[in-house]
């Protein structure tokens, strides 16, 4: 069965640089979402998107943005990068209609700022 | 909002024993989702189980169990007949039901080390 992919599965940065991660929905799920997990910590909730709209945001720092494309492909972009962004980023994806939603996460993508 | 405790950082067990993961959650919603996620060295977030509020009777999946206790807002793992590839990270987890907009929040872990 298809599963949600992440791309790239690992990233160096060096401080003040600007990182793209990104995430493919399983087919015909319609919501994405973004978690951040630092080293030794809970994953913790960043931002989703709905039908290519953003359906609620938590602790996202300005820096980060992100949006979800017609495709239902969904990008985080993180600029002006810290030492503490350093994490295991992941994403999920659902859809809405059906018994079973399918919440899913991808395998993630380890950001590490030099 | 929604809070989720997990109070044993850490926990071991013998192989072929039964362990129970403890989970109390906080929230003022009726209608919700409780979970179990499994996170081995691999970091891979692993499904575990799944239990609806409105369900009263407790989900499970093979060697996995809850006791969900609705008024206690608790919600408990049961993993019988422990096996080596158990050891991983477990996180209990909240989501409310609101169609596009189910955002998980996680407990802070319970490590679990199963011994050989």
């Known amino acids: 069965a298809a599963g949600v992919i992440q791309s790239p599965r690992h990233l160096i940065k060096e401080k003040r640089e600007t990182a793209t991660l990104k995430c493919y929905p399983i087919p015909r799920h319609d919501t994405v979402y973004w978690y951040q997990q630092g080293p030794g910590q809970d994953p913790q909730f960043l931002i989703s998107?709905?039908?290519?709209?953003?359906?609620d945001k938590g602790s996202i720092p300005d820096r980060f943005s992100a949006q979800q494309f017609s495709d239902y492909h969904s990008e985080l972009n993180m600029s002006s990068l810290e030492l503490g962004d350093s994490a295991l980023y992941f994403c999920?994806?659902?859809?809405?209609?059906?018994?079973?939603?399918?919440?899913?996460f991808g395998s993630g993508t380890r950001l590490t700022v030099v | 909002a929604q809070t989720v405790t997990q109070s044993q950082p850490e926990m071991s067990v013998q192989e072929a024993e039964t362990v129970t993961l403890s989970c109390t959650y906080d929230t003022s919603e009726s209608n919700y989702y409780l979970f179990w996620y499994k996170q081995p060295p691999s970091r891979q977030m692993i499904l575990v189980i799944r239990q609806e509020a409105y369900k009263q009777q407790n989900a499970t999946e093979n060697r996995f169990s809850v006791n969900f206790q609705k008024a206690a807002k608790s919600f408990s793992l049961k993993i019988s007949d422990s096996q080596l590839g158990d050891t991983a990270m477990y996180f209990c987890a909240f989501m409310k039901h609101d169609f596009g907009n189910e955002k998980l929040t996680f407990g802070t872990g319970t490590r679990l080390t199963i011994i050989p």
């Open positions: 999920a994806s659902s859809r809405t209609q059906g018994a079973d939603y399918g919440y899913t």
């Open positions: 998107f709905y039908e290519k709209m953003q359906s």
